[in-house]
């Protein structure tokens, strides 16, 4: 594919209505399959004359052309015969027209309509603007010499103006050989959107996507007159890349195999950073030429992105193994000055004999947009948690960086900053009274902690946090207002929630991604990498020859296949089958080593057939057992996790519930549904749920537990009035019913119940039959056993 995108770059032009003009007549037939330029004044017209016009932007010349020109309200024809090689072509029509639907276009080959289409509404001043120039690309037509071409314009009162037809060989979107398989209908269905959607995304030659936009910021630029490897990063209205939508689509755009363009687009970016005036910002965006976007080019100065940019270019590194990642001067350069200048410049100053005298917050500086993603605050943040959760993740990797080059001590420099980044973030950005984490900060210091879309959600997903309580508390904070974000927001939730296997909301994040196939190009290729990177839990280290990989599948996807995942030079193919079972394939590359993860401390990992005692480690929080294993090309190797009997006990407030409901309020972790401290008979639990009669809230176990275990009662903030039932449900079987109906002066109960083998644990408040007044109930102190 790589050689085929090559040998195409100069056939890009003319689809993107960008063709430099060739004068004279239609080019000479050769051996070689075009592209050939069909003048339309050369073509035999029917109520066409001609028209020259010199199109100029602020009295500047920018393009030259002489148009096939119609009248208004009547047909008129041009047709040529071709006289090029037979083979596939695309035909890109070039014109120009203003009114929507002023001129309808239909295209034909020996009669025979392959194309029709009308004007859309231009907002240049006449037809002597280069904004009303526009293209229609006609794929994949089977042309030889003879064939006749006709074009026909319908005049509904615009008249018609056509440049040229530029016959191509048709390319089409590159392709890929990720596949999935899964029981579950929808999944496979997004998963194979998303792929096909993106990649049609790429900027081919002859993609239909491209050529609609103004053309004048496109023609004045004479040093970019080729498309540049890359595909959409923006709406699909705008031909161009910009440094949020690439960062947060790289890896997606590396599992269907976009390597090449990623490294394009992610070098031009890093190459902004000395140009004069940018003071080490990349630009928020450029066109698919390469350019400096016209719309958002030098405006957009938000906090994170140099920051993103840096940490996903290190995340390439670690999927694809080539070391031009780290080493490319102009790559290298950008993470220095990132790591240097930059944050000098932005009032980090750091202290490695004294840390407490350092102050290692990066701050938006005047004249920039936003210290956050959320590009309409409230307040006027000088910095902002997700910029600082960015600013550690692109610490982690410069550390990483210098370990490679051969710098140790470097590496533990920064290593040991980022560390106290993170450090300072659980110090000074908790709000205890509100029990959550701050989000941004003003000049005087005041802090945030409110909802703030992108600000209040993306610190968890760059990995700040105590991962424990404050973290999972957090979440569920998250989770509490995540349905008011828009569509580009909302793509980053998936990835967030399956980091923290809270698996249930990953997937119906994910569900509605894929069920809703949104236009805007971060869903494709989200649709893609969430599956990879969440779902199945891939995590790269291909510099190492390692992969390591963690089940978090739901009841929905019982199991799920991907193959022909590239790590490193390894073609691999994954299946996790429910939450104990992974198999790796090696297709074809070098060995790997493999590190088979599993949530839960089980006595044993079983390997193709062998008991292994495991390792364990937390991942974002999470205990997971792992045993590494090499997986040489050819080979395929099957881990199997224990089940039953770890002794893991587990909060049931530190897990994220699929479902929760009641008839009163809102079920609370670590409180009561009126929010105070959870009571029982003058005992307070620092764990545990509060909620109301009529309530059920719902966990999905997927066997990973033995016991279910809590104290149950009615919350000392109610007096009287109080009449609950509790019961506990294990995959549709009530498995306990308190055996009375407890009041405010009922002795605290204990439940202790055998879940082993259940997939989903339902607790459920009843009201007694007499109505829900006052039936505050609490499951207090709530745990599992493993």
């Known amino acids: 594919m790589r050689r085929r995108l090559a040998c195409a770059l100069s056939a890009v032009l003319a689809s993107a209505g960008a063709v430099v003009v060739l004068p004279g007549p239609p080019a000479v037939a050769t051996a070689t399959a075009g592209p050939y330029v069909i003048e339309a004044e050369n073509m035999s017209l029917t109520n066409f004359g001609t028209d020259t016009v010199d199109h100029a932007w602020n009295g500047n010349p920018v393009d030259h052309v002489t148009y096939a020109l119609g009248a208004a309200g009547q047909t008129s024809t041009a047709r040529t015969a071709f006289s090029g090689a037979a083979g596939t072509y695309d035909l890109v029509t070039r014109y120009n027209g203003k009114a929507a639907s002023g001129v309808t276009y239909t295209l034909a080959v020996n009669s025979t309509t392959v194309d029709s289409w009308a004007t859309s509404q231009r907002y240049g001043r006449d037809h002597t603007d280069p904004m009303n120039i526009d293209t229609r690309t006609t794929s994949r037509i089977a042309l030889k010499a003879g064939d006749t071409i006709e074009l026909t314009a319908v005049s509904a009162g615009e008249a018609p103006r056509v440049d040229r037809i530029t016959v191509q060989q048709h390319v089409g979107p ?30 081919y030659p002859g993609n239909p996507m491209m050529g609609h936009e103004p053309e004048w910021w496109r023609l004045k630029d004479a040093t970019h007159s080729t498309v540049t490897p890359g595909y959409w990063g923006s709406y699909t209205s705008r031909e161009s890349f910009y440094n949020r939508d690439i960062s947060h689509q790289s890896d997606g755009a590396h599992a269907l195999g976009l390597d090449a363009e990623t490294f394009n687009m992610m070098r031009t970016f890093a190459g902004d950073a000395d140009d004069p005036g940018q003071n080490g910002w990349p630009l928020w965006a450029h066109s698919s030429y390469g350019a400096m976007y016209y719309i958002d080019g030098t405006g957009f100065r938000e906090l994170p992105s140099p920051f993103n940019v840096m940490a996903k270019a290190f995340k390439q590194y670690q999927w694809t193994g080539d070391a031009a990642w780290i080493n490319d001067p102009t790559l290298s350069a950008y993470y220095d000055s990132t790591m240097g200048s930059f944050l000098d410049g932005h009032e980090v100053t750091w202290n490695d004999a004294n840390p407490a005298a350092e102050q290692p917050v990066a701050r938006k500086q005047p004249g920039e947009y936003t210290a956050t993603f959320f590009e309409f605050p409230n307040e006027n943040l000088v910095s902002a948690a997700d910029a600082l959760g960015y600013q550690y993740q692109s610490m982690q990797a410069y550390a990483e960086i210098l370990k490679a080059k051969g710098d140790t001590a470097g590496s533990a420099t920064w290593a040991a900053r980022a560390k106290r980044v993170r450090d300072h973030f659980e110090a000074k950005w908790w709000d205890a009274a509100n029990n959550r984490y701050v989000r941004g900060k003003d000049a005087a210091g005041t802090g945030y902690s409110s909802w703030g879309h992108e600000a209040s959600f993306l610190m968890m997903l760059t990995g700040l946090g105590d991962h424990g309580p404050r973290t999972s508390a957090y979440l569920d904070f998250i989770a ?4 008011d974000l828009n569509v580009e927001a909302t793509s980053y939730l998936p990835e967030m929630y399956y980091q923290y296997n809270r698996s249930a909301e990953g997937w119906a994040w994910l569900k509605k991604l894929m069920t809703g196939k949104n236009s805007y190009p971060e869903v494709s290729f989200l649709a893609v990498s969430s599956v990879v990177d969440g779902m199945m839990g891939v995590q790269p280290d291909a ?6 990989t963690v089940s978090r599948l739901t009841s929905d996807t019982p199991w799920v296949e991907i193959d022909h995942l590239k790590v490193g030079d390894s073609d691999l193919k994954l299946k996790h089958t429910g939450t104990t079972s992974s198999t790796l394939t090696n297709n074809s590359g070098g060995s790997v080593d493999w590190e088979a993860q599993f949530y839960g401390s089980p006595a044993s990992i079983t390997v193709n057939g062998t008991a292994y005692t495991p390792q364990t480690k937390s991942l974002s929080g999470r205990t997971v057992s792992y045993v590494t294993v090499p997986v040489a090309a050819g080979a395929s190797v099957t881990a199997t996790a224990s089940s039953g009997g770890t002794g893991e006990t587990v909060d049931l407030s530190d897990l994220g519930w699929t479902d929760a ?3 009163f309020g809102t079920v609370q972790k670590d409180r009561s549904v009126d929010s105070h401290p959870l009571r029982l008979n003058g005992v307070t639990y620092a764990k545990g749920l509060g909620t109301h009669a009529n309530g059920t809230v719902t966990y999905l176990l997927n066997g990973a537990y033995t016991r279910f275990r809590s104290d149950v009662g009615v919350d000392d903030e109610v007096g009287a009035n109080s009449t609950v039932r509790f019961e506990v449900w294990g995959d549709g079987v009530k498995l306990y019913e308190s055996p009375s109906v407890m009041t405010p002066s009922s002795a605290t109960a204990s439940v202790d119940v055998d879940v082993t083998g259940v997939r989903t644990l ?6 007694a039959g007499d109505g829900i007044d006052s039936d505050h109930a609490d499951w207090a102190g709530a745990k599992l056993l493993g």
């Open 762 to 767: 339902e607790l459920r408040v009843r009201d």
């Open 661 to 663: 409901r009641s008839d």
């Open 174 to 203: 590159p392709t890929s050989a990720l596949t999935i398989s899964s029981p579950n209908a929808t999944l496979n269905d997004g998963f194979d959107w998303g792929k096909s959607r993106a990649l049609g995304m790429t900027f």
């Open 480 to 483: 509490a207002n995540d349905d």
């Open 543 to 548: 510099p190492h020859h390692k992969v390591a």
